[in-house]
């Protein structure tokens, strides 16, 4: 149990344009759902916590004009990146939990690069 | 200083040895605890989750908190070539303490366990 699933795992694209991310619970439902970027060989920076039907929190730092996240059900969240540039080049993975609590469970991740 | 204080190693052990990993935190609020592995270009996969002090057992896993000490451990029985990931420590003070669902992790020690 406890499945979470994520698509694409890996993107390229060009610099400009759009990038969607989805994260999908398979097997419960997920109250919360976040999601993470990672550099190598770093560990996972929280760039928003969102709740199902309501608008995400993003952490300081984060542009939520760049990074937007849709929660809007309780097995699907995405995160699109608009006007992705080569910096925004990463491994952006999302978890979720149920109950509103820990532990979270995580996807696989999704490589992008943009180009 | 850091909330949580992890080894970024690399440890290497051999084939069959045990494994000991450890996290220390400073946040007296933490009462979930968790021990991720997370293999390269993948999500972090949960292998223990504990709440408050105590000892969990899970097959050649066994994960150790004591919140006295602000210490908390995971040991790894015969560890096996495909134990080698990197381990990640996070921790939660959940909704009751105020931290709602995020984790504070540590950043992670790097196992190579050789044949």
């Known amino acids: 149990g406890a499945v979470v699933s994520q698509h694409p795992s890996r993107v390229i694209c060009k610099s400009g344009t759009s990038v969607k991310i989805e994260c999908r619970s398979l097997?419960?439902?997920?109250?919360?759902m976040f999601w993470y970027r990672q550099f190598p060989k770093q560990s996972l920076m929280l760039m928003a916590t969102?709740?199902?039907?309501?608008?995400?929190?993003?952490e300081q730092g984060v542009e939520k004009d760049k990074f937007l996240i849709n929660h809007a059900s309780l097995t699907l969240s995405t995160l699109t990146v608009t006007s992705a540039h080569p910096e925004d080049s990463s491994f952006y993975i999302c978890s979720a939990s149920s109950s509103g609590g820990p532990p979270q469970f995580f996807g696989p991740g999704t490589r992008l690069t943009v180009l | 200083q850091k909330e949580v204080e992890q080894d970024p190693g690399p440890l290497s052990v051999p084939e069959g040895a045990i494994v000991s990993l450890n996290c220390t935190y400073s946040n007296s609020a933490f009462q979930y605890f968790m021990w991720y592995r997370q293999y390269s270009r993948k999500g972090p996969e949960l292998l223990m989750y504990t709440y408050s002090s105590g000892n969990k057992e899970d097959g050649r896993f066994t994960a150790q908190v004591d919140k006295s000490s602000k210490y908390i451990s995971l040991f790894i029985r015969d560890s096996q070539p495909s134990d080698s990931a990197t381990y990640l420590c996070a921790m939660s003070a959940g909704v009751g303490g105020g931290g709602g669902n995020k984790l504070t992790f540590g950043t992670g020690t790097q196992l190579k366990v050789e044949l």
């Open positions: 097997d419960f439902q997920a109250t919360t």
């Open positions: 969102s709740n199902e039907g309501s608008k995400a929190t993003y």
